[in-house]
């Protein structure tokens, strides 16, 4: 990979074209991404995410950023932590899985502390100090150049601050990672064939966390790009891993 170029799943493709490309993928499984979370991790999702809620430290009163938070689940799990006195930004750079967030939680009630943003992580519209907490859920992989989101985070966390990363990660046992390559080469792009009839897509979603730095390398990520502490858990044996980045 040069300056001009990044990496698409297991492709290279030039840097202006990625996000683009990446747009084309969720706009196509919008409809359904929530189905195939399911289906792909056999419904774990829900308790890695529920994890990950519970290491953000959320309080009532906190303005919380949901970036790339897509269908809005995180949002929804959220909203009851921070009570009416606190708010909920929901953003996303794609508007197909914006508007599915939007409207699932619409569904469910009108709740007028929550916003909705589309934006680029890597220019967040956000003025500085302004989140208590900042969550990416399964988002950070699919950004161009992590290290300029990571840097918009720290800005518009407030001090005191915490960002909670949970992304799919690289297993530690040998034996595991073995089962989980068959798994998700040879059955992922099926199933997403025949649930969301998209077998591309979800190809470039497999690759994709091939593509993502490891907990140790992500971990280093978040202080060379201003975090003043950092670290890292592991889920489901490094399947998914939950990182967290706090700001003093």
Do not use: C
């Amino acid at each position: 990979m040069n300056d001009q170029t990044t990496h698409f799943g297991y492709q290279q493709v030039p840097v202006e074209q990625k996000v683009a490309r990446v747009g084309d993928v969720f706009s196509s499984v919008a409809e359904k991404y929530d189905i195939m979370n399911d289906f792909m991790s056999f419904g774990l999702h829900r308790i890695w995410k529920n994890l990950a809620i519970s290491h953000l430290l959320v309080r009532a009163g906190h303005r919380v950023l949901d970036l790339a938070g897509g269908t809005g689940d995180l949002t929804l799990k959220i909203r009851p932590i921070v009570g009416e006195t606190g708010e909920i930004v929901l953003s996303d750079i794609n508007p197909e899985m914006l508007t599915v967030g939007k409207n699932r939680i619409i569904n469910k009630g009108h709740f007028t502390n929550i916003r909705y943003v589309e934006a680029n992580a890597e220019q967040l519209p956000f003025p500085n100090n302004h989140f208590d907490r900042v969550i990416i859920g399964f988002g950070l992989r699919n950004v161009t150049h992590k290290e300029k989101a990571l840097k918009e985070i720290y800005r518009v966390l407030a001090p005191g601050g915490r960002l909670i990363i949970l992304e799919f990660s690289t297993p530690t046992l040998k034996t595991l990672k073995q089962f989980y390559d068959q798994y998700s080469f040879k059955l992922i792009p099926k199933i997403g064939k025949w649930v969301a009839q998209d077998e591309a897509s979800y190809q470039y979603l497999v690759e994709s966390i091939r593509m993502h730095p490891d907990q140790s390398t992500l971990t280093n990520m978040l202080l060379e790009n201003g975090f003043d502490q950092a670290s890292h858990v592991n889920l489901s044996s490094g399947i998914v891993a939950i990182h967290k980045g706090d700001k003093f």
